[in-house]
């Protein structure tokens, strides 16, 4: 914990309040719901419109995406809440597609200030309950909200969803929820609420999660039982309990799992509809216009440069399969920087085979560390080359930027550069680039 700094003053930036808030609990994490809710009482905290709450290992920010694209293309007035952000605070809050500016989070960060007193909060619930006060404040038709971590003690779950949907199970934070997915299965179908649409779109859901939603009497719509999808190589459809979409365009987010993650935000709306109707043509116009940095994010020119945030190895196999399903590049170079909590040698194991420089970046914090360190784990972890095989090569450098900035020297104009592992390395990427999020 760093050491408690000041309260901002009234000329005080946003950067100052988010420096405040990192200071001002004793732990990064500390999952409960009876603070944040605490608070929430004294705001007296009420969200107009439809509630998502999406959770799941991977694919939460793409069901976001989906969602809040195809409910601004039938014309709703929208909020849509994610973490972590890439590049600036203000990209975890939107209304109606527009980023929330500096001066629209302050004045919600004074008054949750002014409202917790006594009540210690994290960085992470501080910052939710500013948001969620900021969405009250909006008189918004649909509130679309990613869960942080986990689902049941995490500070998005004191919302009691209209629909909650659950993207997959597998392991990650398992510090926190369990090292089984049948632990972390329990812990995100808390999101389910009694009588309302549960949506699962994992082919392969935990018992627990089943279990849960049949205790609490949840609505519960399963991806190959209530809905599911079909496709060829010009269009797709969905198909669900009694709504059937057709002639749909391919989603605009690139990767193998995306019409998995747009069936499952289908199924969402369609579990509203008498609420929020959606015409077809919005829903086309929704996937086409659906934007999501770092995730399979191809940058244009050559060599091909791919982002992806992947940093567990359900992720990581996803961007194998994606990487498989590209064209032929003569030679892979992985851009990778990954924090050392995570299952490193699960994601190698995934990707090693495809990789044919390891650029090893250092990150910051207490839960990052060296480049070289990092390589030495890579090294460890990489499986043995095949018969007549060259192993691959393994570097380290001190941050994402300077690997970066190596492999694009070593890159030929055909090969491809892989830039991977956590939020961290891949925004790091996009700063020295120039680019915003």
């Not at 597609?97 to 001066?103: E, T, V």
């Not at 018969?387 to 491809?416: I, L, M, T």
Request: with cysteine; charged share 20%; net charge negative.
């Amino acid at each position: 914990m760093r050491k408690p700094i000041s309260k901002p003053e009234a000329a005080a930036t946003l950067a100052d309040w988010l420096q405040y808030l990192e200071s001002i609990h004793a732990t990064a994490i500390d999952l409960g719901l009876d603070r944040v809710r605490e608070v929430a009482r004294r705001l007296g905290l009420a969200l107009d419109g439809v509630k998502f709450v999406v959770g799941g290992t991977n694919g939460k920010g793409s069901t976001c995406a989906m969602l809040e694209s195809i409910l601004l293309a039938a014309g709703y007035k929208v909020g849509l809440y994610t973490s972590p952000h890439l590049i600036d605070f203000n990209e975890r809050a939107r209304i109606n597609g527009q980023i929330a500016s500096d001066a629209d989070l302050i004045a919600q960060f004074e008054a949750v200030e002014a409202a917790r007193g006594e009540v210690s909060l994290t960085y992470f619930e501080f910052t939710t309950l500013a948001i969620l006060r900021l969405f009250s404040l909006a008189r918004l038709d649909a509130v679309v909200l990613e869960v942080g971590l986990g689902g049941r003690l995490d500070a998005v779950n004191i919302v009691d969803a209209d629909c909650a949907i659950v993207t997959s199970v597998d392991l990650d934070h398992t510090d926190w929820l369990g090292d089984t997915r049948e632990k972390i299965g329990f812990e995100k179908a808390h999101i389910f609420r009694p009588g309302r649409p549960a949506v699962c779109s994992d082919p392969q859901p935990p018992q627990s999660l089943l279990d849960h939603a049949a205790e609490i009497g949840a609505d519960l719509w399963l991806f190959g039982r209530d809905f599911n999808y079909s496709g060829d190589r010009q269009q797709w459809a969905y198909g669900g309990r009694s709504q059937r979409r057709s002639a749909l365009a391919y989603p605009a987010l690139r990767g193998a799992n995306q019409l998995l993650n747009a069936s499952a935000a289908l199924a969402a709306l369609e579990s509203v509809r008498d609420r929020l109707p959606v015409p077809q043509q919005a829903v086309r116009q929704g996937l086409l216009q659906a934007s999501l940095p770092g995730r399979f994010q191809i940058l244009p020119g050559q060599p091909t440069v791919i982002l992806d945030v992947a940093h567990n190895p359900h992720a990581a196999a996803v961007l194998a399969q994606n990487l498989d399903n590209m064209g032929f590049h003569p030679y892979t170079h992985a851009v990778f920087g990954m924090l050392s909590d995570k299952d490193l040698a699960g994601v190698v194991a995934r990707l090693g085979a495809r990789v044919d420089n390891w650029f090893c970046a250092g990150l910051p914090g207490p839960r990052g560390g060296t480049g070289e360190e990092l390589a030495e784990r890579v090294r460890v972890a990489l499986p043995p080359p095949a018969a007549g095989e060259d192993s691959p090569s393994v570097r380290a450098f001190p941050d994402p930027a300077a690997a970066y900035a190596a492999a694009r020297e070593q890159a030929g104009e055909n090969d491809r550069i892989v830039v991977f592992g956590s939020f961290l390395t891949v925004a790091s990427v996009l700063q020295a680039l120039g680019r915003k999020a």
